[in-house]
């Protein structure tokens, strides 16, 4: 595998970026691997290094640049009362859709500019909060952005500047959207709208409900890690790219 660490100029600074592709027989297609909450860490890493291995080359950016360059936090991000959760909250607060399509087209114009991925169509997918962004990609950039998926997505209908349930049919991409069962960030009555809204966009795609599981089951690492629901979120999303980008 060839990874490295890239700074992408975006219109607010440098967005540090892991970036992992397969060594042999490339270019690939790129897809865009969008953060949960917590940010980056090794798991994350590792699932974008999972993903390239099948033939992808993966950007998984630091959507908290803007808050420093080197924004992590530790352990604690996930426990309740914990001051490492107080300050990621400050920063996610912060976030809205239309700053993250900012950085989306820097990293689009990055993979032109640099050569290295197969030019054409991308994809785009995000865990937790970065599942709106995902989707709000794929009808930002029609042109471009052809497979986008959201796993366990919070919120995808809001009065946010640019939610996704607003947008469903703009886009050309074919779109996935995966719920978890239990899930206080996208509670079922507000699946069930969506899903109302998907079908009548006539977007392409489909919205799966996973049951018996809560939000997060795809990460290894975190304690609602349900290990074939997350072999399904592969099986999906590899699939998915496969059928949208080529390759892999």
């Not at 994350?44 to 291995?53: F, G, N, P, S, V």
């Not at 997918?125 to 709106?132: A, N």
């Not at 966009?201 to 975190?222: D, T």
Request: proline fraction near 8%.
């Amino acid at each position: 595998m060839i990874e490295a660490t890239e700074d992408i100029p975006t219109r607010d600074g440098a967005m540090e970026t892991f970036i992992v592709r397969p060594e042999r027989d490339g270019p690939y297609p790129a897809v865009l691997m969008l953060m949960d909450a917590p940010g980056i860490r090794e798991e994350l890493h590792d699932m974008a290094r999972r993903l390239a291995t099948v033939g992808f080359c993966v950007l998984l950016p630091n959507l908290y640049y803007r808050a420093g360059r080197d924004t992590r936090f530790g352990p604690g991000v996930l426990t309740a009362g914990d001051p490492e959760r107080d300050r990621m909250r400050a920063i996610r607060t912060r976030m809205t859709i239309p700053p993250v399509m900012e950085d989306v087209a820097a990293m689009l114009a990055f993979l032109d500019r640099e050569g290295i991925a197969r030019p054409g169509p991308v994809g785009a997918h995000g865990y937790c909060m970065s599942g709106p962004y995902a989707l709000a990609a794929a009808a930002r950039y029609p042109g471009r952005i052809a497979a986008a998926a959201s796993f366990y997505g919070t919120w995808l209908v809001s009065d946010a500047e640019e939610s996704p349930h607003l947008t469903l049919g703009q886009g050309e991409a074919e779109l996935y959207i995966s719920c978890a069962e239990h899930d206080e960030l996208a509670p079922l009555p507000m699946v069930e709208e969506l899903r109302k809204l998907f079908e009548a966009s006539g977007a392409a795609g489909e919205l799966e409900i996973h049951p018996g599981v809560h939000h997060g089951f795809a990460f290894p690492q975190r304690w609602c890690f349900d290990k074939p629901a997350a072999e399904r979120h592969w099986e999906r999303l590899i699939a998915l790219y496969r059928r949208r980008l080529g390759g892999g």
